[in-house]
């Protein structure tokens, strides 16, 4: 009875020391996959977003071309300069707007163009949408302006607003013209997103479980939001994931999630 009472003991001490192992070993297993399934996760998100911020950067380098070919292309820069040396162009208002339709026909469904000239008279291809200002030296009293008369003739871009029947928030790139001539500003050609074509651009059915994702200037303005109330307000979150590669001027360059 005595050795039967041991060999009991041994027996339960035994059993006891697997079952504290086998729960230790399965506590440290279920520590290391949860680590290695979050690295993982986190690996794959971060590799979501640059892909996002790769479509963003090509495709504001696309407008950026775009932009700078058209505000020097021989029949803008020719009807500006004539302006600008206060002679009468050569040819009508119209036949520009033409032409400015006929440069921008690739990218008619994403963008509306604008170019001002030094008298402040807007010339676009497309009727129905307009800014949230009406002569240029509202526009020059926007808080991004500053950098744009820095920027040497490069583009920059900021988070702004256009109108149709409405305001709507919408990402703006400006660029100076400047004369062949004397080398002196003689326009302005404005590149004006709206933040529709800004969501199709940051849609990923990798982020979709996200619950939202901002596009910030360098201004701290929420450009792009999944919620549209954020669009346009100041956003005090700071992780900077994005910067367009080309020029340095440009101001898109966080991404945050909240």
């Not at 039967?4 to 059993?15: A, K, V």
């Not at 070993?25 to 911020?53: A, D, G, P």
């Not at 009508?92 to 030094?118: C, G, N």
């Not at 307009?130 to 920027?151: E, G, H, R, T």
Request: aromatic share 10%; proline share 3%.
């Amino acid at each position: 009875m005595k050795n039967m009472s041991i060999l009991t003991q041994l027996i339960f001490g035994f059993s006891v020391m697997m079952l504290a192992l086998t729960m230790a070993v399965s506590f440290f297993s279920y520590q290391k996959s949860s680590e290695i399934l979050y690295r993982k996760s986190t690996q794959f998100l971060l590799y979501s977003i640059n892909q996002m911020k790769e479509r963003m950067d090509n495709t504001l380098e696309d407008y950026d071309k775009f932009s700078k070919q058209l505000a020097y292309s021989p029949a803008v820069l020719d009807y500006l300069t004539q302006i600008h040396m206060k002679k009468n162009t050569k040819i009508p208002k119209y036949e520009l707007e033409k032409e400015i339709a006929r440069q921008s026909q690739t990218f008619a469904r994403d963008i509306i163009v604008q170019i001002w000239d030094e008298r402040d008279t807007a010339y676009t291809a497309y009727n129905g949408f307009d800014l949230a200002w009406s002569n240029i030296n509202q526009l020059k009293n926007m808080a991004w302006y500053p950098q744009v008369a820095q920027a040497e003739g490069s583009i920059v871009w900021a988070g702004g607003e256009m109108k149709n029947t409405i305001l709507v928030p919408a990402v703006i790139g400006s660029r100076v013209i400047h004369s062949w001539i004397d080398l002196k500003p003689i326009g302005q050609i404005l590149v004006i997103i709206p933040a529709n074509v800004i969501e199709t651009i940051s849609q990923d059915k990798q982020l979709s479980e996200i619950d939202n994702i901002r596009i910030v200037d360098r201004y701290h303005r929420i450009v792009y939001s999944r919620r549209t109330s954020e669009i346009g307000q100041t956003s005090g979150l700071a992780l900077r994931v994005y910067k367009h590669r080309h020029y340095g001027a440009d101001p898109l360059d966080a991404c945050t999630f909240g």
